[in-house]
């Protein structure tokens, strides 16, 4: 059985009299202009290990966030304003992926992009830094599950001090891939991958980028997970999931056809079918809903 303990406590104090800690970096802040964090189950400790309990509705936790963490957040919303194509393909949440990159690169010390930022290194800081820094702020410790001996009277000793050494190892391993992607693109040996029709990709040695089956790597991970061509479109179209939240089954998308069946396109991902905003646009019309 698995104990989920708290372990940075070297990393913590107690919280003065009258503050908070950032809902961010966990720093003891003064508490104007509260965040709500809801929490929606509570980790009880039993005599063999813990169990999970639902927390009824409209519970938070009401954390400040430091002037440091809310310069964070303008950044991310400046860099997004000056890449419309992030939240092309991220969808709504563009914004909070940005902000939990930026948020790993301050766990690590790095210096903070700002919007001049060049999109291939955008692109790889939001793939390989957005899941590990989303796990940096100190309100995980209440939600969305509150953790066994979270408390808001303890706050971080410095900014991030009070980071899980699992999240933060996460971060220096995303940060190492971030330096492979920057690595120049890579063509592939036996031509096109025949689904997307991608003739290129960036970063890994060749054959990580092109591991077999005549497909690259995006293409070859779905069909080792047991889906085909359509699953590898659908989720280049639709990568938030926004739309597959509303499709029970399979959409009859006519026209659309593997590399490998139509040709041409320009060599980058799915060109053969058009343009992606378009595409996504017109799949979600055929499930009736709106996209962003
Ligand atoms: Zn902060
Ligand atoms: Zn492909």
Redesign the pocket.
């Known amino acids: 059985m698995t104990t989920t303990t708290d372990l940075s406590p070297f990393g913590l104090r107690e919280t003065p009299e009258g503050l908070l800690p950032c809902g961010a970096c966990g720093i003891a802040t003064t508490p104007d202009r509260l965040t709500p964090h809801s929490v929606l189950s509570r980790i009880v400790a039993m005599p063999h290990g813990e169990r999970a309990e639902d927390v009824k509705d409209g519970a938070t936790v009401d954390l400040p966030t430091c002037d440091d963490c809310r310069a964070l957040a303008s950044t991310a919303e400046a860099i997004v304003t000056a890449h419309p194509h992030l939240r092309h393909s991220l969808g709504s949440v563009a914004t909070w992926r940005v902000q939990s990159a930026l948020y790993a690169l301050s766990v690590l010390g790095h210096p903070i992009s700002g919007p001049d930022i060049k999109p291939e290194r955008l692109w790889a800081l939001v793939n390989r830094l957005g899941m590990p820094g989303a796990l940096a702020p100190y309100s995980r410790r209440f939600s969305p599950t509150w953790l066994p001996g979270a408390t808001t009277k303890r706050s971080a000793r410095e900014r991030w001090s009070a980071v899980d050494p699992f999240v933060l190892s996460d971060c220096q391993r995303g940060i190492a891939d971030v330096t492979v992607d920057m690595r120049p693109a890579r063509a592939l040996d036996g031509g096109?991958?025949?689904?997307?029709?991608?003739r290129s990709a960036y970063g890994r040695r060749t054959s990580e980028a092109w591991p077999g089956d005549g497909?690259?790597?995006?293409?070859?991970l779905t069909k080792r997970d047991g889906g085909g061509w359509y699953d590898?479109f659908v989720a280049y179209i639709d990568p938030d999931r926004a739309i597959r939240r509303h499709i029970p089954g399979t959409l009859d998308l006519d026209g659309i056809r593997p590399?490998s069946q139509s040709h041409g396109g320009t060599g980058t991902?799915?060109s053969h079918s058009g343009d992606r905003n378009a595409l996504r646009q017109h799949v979600a019309h055929l499930v009736g809903i709106t996209v962003p």
């Open positions: 096109p991958c025949s689904w997307c029709g991608a497909l690259c790597v995006t293409c070859w590898a590399w991902a799915w």
